[in-house]
């Protein structure tokens, strides 16, 4: 990337602010040294990275890479046999106790949400025996601790023993020799202790003279009595510092021996610090990820200049393979530069792997190069004018176009600020316009500032470019910063003139000398931001409008849910009585069939059996709701025999032909009921056939009632307690809809076969019963169809 344009865009000042995210200098030498990319597969690689430490600092914000440091050169030294000092081994252990504890955090991340994470945490080396060795080493002050070796442990006892008994020895003598004493202290000269001995009582202290004072007052004498207590303790010291300079030599080498894997560790922990700087500067700017392509499509959605502070206006800007020449008008100081300079830097910033301060859905291209020309670059020294200074920088970025055409790969984006400016009006405006037609021919991505009125016809007119504007506020006299993509500038400066208060014969003069183009074109940009105030007007209103109209739907669709749930609580009020009304009519058909039995033929029980079939026909309807429904069953021609099913039409109901009697009535077993009717009120209808075996479990047809199985299985019980097993089966397979069941009793004695077969054939809620077909137990089990 063309470095002139990453500082001209200011690239570089965005990093140095990356780089205060940043734990350790290895971490910051990342920020600081990152440039765009312009891979579009990198790129996208890079913010990949970004995204997963963004999720990591929002799960644990304190993650990061406390205590590490860069000890490569700790490293290198180490490596080539040098002995490191206790001080220099510190920050070795804090780096690899950063290393541990880092690999430990990625690990336990999850693997789909931070794969790249993760894999840096795996390949992280740790070296946990290093780490014990180097903490019985030294501790944080980078003092040798007295576990680095058991000979250390010895010689440190023993140095301070002796060290104790020479400090009393001494002290002793100080109070013998009081007034020979310059002062009753023990002091030290040459790491040998001794008293200050007053010059004149020399003679009265037997020792060694080892300094005196500047006077020649005071003699520092080591008296004869512990000079060999002195050397004891100069020597045991002697000891210790071989034994230390031992042990520093030995943890070097193994330091050394892995100097190799901790920069790889090192490497690492900088990788991830860059990481989770770049996520932090995210989350501190406000920034967000945006979307990549290789098509020069740049759509940027209330974007920000990262280096501006303050109240900042947001811009949105659009650039596309429809409109790629994008010409800026408007005053000066308006904001022209800086949306010029958000485009660049943001676009370098996405290249970099950095989230940008711009708003969701935003999406930036990735380009091969980058050229911008910004600024007044006029030189002195080399007799450049501004003029001269800019056209020299657009030679050069023509020259860098023309190298990426023809490499035949990635796009170039192209910034430039007040082109054509610097020179005669005429001639600049002809030039600029030249310009733009060369990079409009080779569909150069092209963003350029101007104040000539001649760019915003040219750009109104060409193909492919589109003009912009800075706004300006006439009522204060100040930029809005705004920028209008569609809409050429208007310069203003006759309109500021009249609002300042100048005379109006010379505003008119001014417009004479503007010439008939020049004020046909202030009216047509005037006409133009009276259209565009007017739309944002109307969009302001329909906006409104949509809000109401959502607010009314989300008011129905509350409304709605109420309502619902009203008609809910109704129906189940309406199925809970259902239910009752059903269990009431099945109650009194039992009460009623029972005494229709224990009743001799009669009056009575002919209209025991009307009640009977009036309850049957009341329950008709709610049992047809809860069975499923099926194809009627047509009715067989010819007159009925004994032995043949037969349907009574006057009950609606069907059952077996016991017998014929000559006097035209027959007997007809219908459920629990046995019943004489007339032959003519029969007609023949299919045998009923053998209920076929249903899923285990049959889902309730009546709410509330819980799943009846079909088979019943009573083998192995006493009489009693298979009937009452039984009386409560069949009274809720009723109220679920159940068409029958299967009963297993085993064959055994035959005694609780005969039970239930006895019970069931007299139940009011068993219409027949017969037993199964061999295939599902034969004479072991019993096939019922229920009434309803």
């Known amino acids: 990337m063309h470095d002139k344009s990453l500082q001209v865009l200011e690239l570089p000042r965005v990093l140095a602010q990356v780089a205060r995210e ?47 440091h860069d000890v490569r050169p700790q490293l290198h030294r180490a490596a080539r046999g040098g002995d490191l000092a206790a001080a220099e081994l510190v920050p070795v252990l804090a780096t690899l106790r950063a290393a541990v504890a880092v690999a430990r955090l990625l690990g336990e991340l999850d693997e789909d949400a931070f794969p790249r994470l993760r894999a840096l945490g795996a390949g992280m080396p740790t070296h946990p025996d290093l780490v014990r060795r180097l903490e019985q080493t030294v501790n944080e002050e980078g003092e040798l601790l007295d576990t680095a070796s058991p000979r250390l442990r010895r010689l ?13 020895r001494v002290r002793a003598l100080a109070g013998e020799l009081g007034p020979a004493l310059q002062e009753p202290i023990v002091t030290t000269r040459g790491e040998r202790y001794v008293l200050p001995v007053r010059a004149e009582f020399r003679g009265r202290v037997r020792g060694i003279v080892h300094d005196q004072s500047a006077s020649g007052a005071t003699l520092y004498v080591e008296p004869l009595e512990v000079v060999e207590l002195n050397n004891r303790l100069r020597e045991l010291q002697s000891q210790e510092r071989e034994e230390v300079e031992r042990i520093l030599g030995e943890v070097s080498r193994e330091v050394g021996q892995a100097a190799e894997s901790i920069a790889r560790a090192v ?31 740049i759509v940027l959605d209330r974007a920000r200049h990262p280096l501006l502070s303050g109240h900042v206006v947001p811009i949105d800007f659009r650039l596309d393979q429809d409109a790629f020449v994008v010409v800026i008008t408007g005053p000066n100081t308006g904001g022209k530069t800086v949306a010029l300079k958000t485009v660049g830097l943001l676009t370098l910033m996405a290249q970099s792997g950095l989230y940008v301060p711009a708003g969701d859905g935003s999406e930036l291209a990735v380009f091969e190069e980058v050229y911008a020309d910004i600024g007044d670059e006029q030189s002195i020294e080399q007799s450049l004018s501004t003029f001269s200074s800019h056209l020299t920088r657009i030679i050069e970025i023509l020259r860098g176009v023309e190298v990426v055409r023809r490499r035949g790969k990635g796009q170039t984006l192209v910034l430039l600020d007040e082109l054509g400016a610097g020179t005669d009006p005429d001639e600049g405006s002809a030039l600029a316009r030249s310009i733009l037609t060369y990079l409009l021919d080779r569909r150069v991505p092209t963003v350029a500032t101007t104040h000539y009125s001649e760019l915003k016809a040219f750009a109104h007119e060409q193909e492919g470019a589109v003009n912009a504007s800075v706004t300006f506020d006439l009522e204060t006299l100040s930029p809005t910063y705004r920028l209008e993509i569609g809409l050429p500038g208007r310069s203003n400066a006759l309109a500021i003139a009249e609002r300042l208060g100048l005379d109006p014969r010379i505003l008119r003069g001014a417009r004479r000398y503007l010439g008939t183009a020049g004020v046909r074109m202030e009216g047509l940009l005037e006409g133009l931001e009276a259209e565009r105030v007017a739309a944002e007007e ?7 409008e949509v809000a109401e109209v959502e607010r009314r739907r989300v008011a129905l669709e509350e409304e709605y849910r109420r309502l619902e749930a009203e008609r809910e609580a109704i129906l189940e009020e309406a199925r809970a009585q259902a239910r009752a009304r059903v269990q009431e009519v099945l109650d009194e058909l039992a009460r009623v069939q029972a005494r229709a039995r224990s009743l001799p033929s009669g009056e009575e029980v002919d209209a025991l059996r009307r009640r009977a079939r009036g309850l049957a026909d009341r329950l008709a309807p709610a049992a047809g709701r809860r069975r499923r429904s099926g194809p009627t069953v047509p009715a067989l021609g010819g007159p009925p025999d004994v032995g043949d099913t037969v349907r009574v039409r006057s009950l609606g109901h069907t059952g077996e032909v016991l017998s014929l009697s000559p006097d035209g009535r027959a007997e007809v077993q219908m459920g629990a009921l046995r019943l004489r009717v007339e032959v003519a009120d029969l007609e023949r209808a299919p045998a009923r056939p053998v209920p076929e075996p249903a899923p285990a479990v049959i889902r309730p047809r009546l709410e509330g009632r819980p799943a009846v199985p079909y088979q019943i299985d009573v083998r192995g019980r006493r009489v009693e307690e298979a009937l009452l097993e039984l009386e409560s089966r069949l009274n809720d397979a009723v109220l679920t809809g159940m068409p029958g069941l299967r009963i297993v009793h085993g064959k055994g004695t035959g005694a609780l076969r005969a039970a239930v077969r006895e019970h069931l054939a007299r139940h009011p ?16 089990a019993t096939v019922i169809r229920l009434v309803g």
């Open 22 to 68: 940043t734990g350790f200098s290895v971490g910051r030498e990342r920020v600081l040294g990152l440039e765009p990319t312009p891979d579009i597969g990198e790129a996208r690689e890079r913010l990949a990275c970004t995204r997963e430490a963004v999720r990591l600092l929002e799960r644990q914000p304190r993650a990061g890479v406390g205590g590490a």
């Open 156 to 168: 440190r006892g023993e140095v301070r023993a002796a060290h104790q008994r020479l400090v009393e």
């Open 267 to 297: 490497e690492a922990l900088g990788e991830l610090d860059l990481q989770l700087a770049k996520a932090r500067y995210a989350r501190l700017a406000g920034c967000r990820e945006p979307t990549l392509n290789d098509r020069g499509r």
């Open 538 to 544: 109307e969009r302001r209103r329909l906006s409104l």
């Open 765 to 780: 809620l068993v219409e027949s019963c017969q037993p199964a077909p061999p295939e599902e137990g034969g004479d072991g």
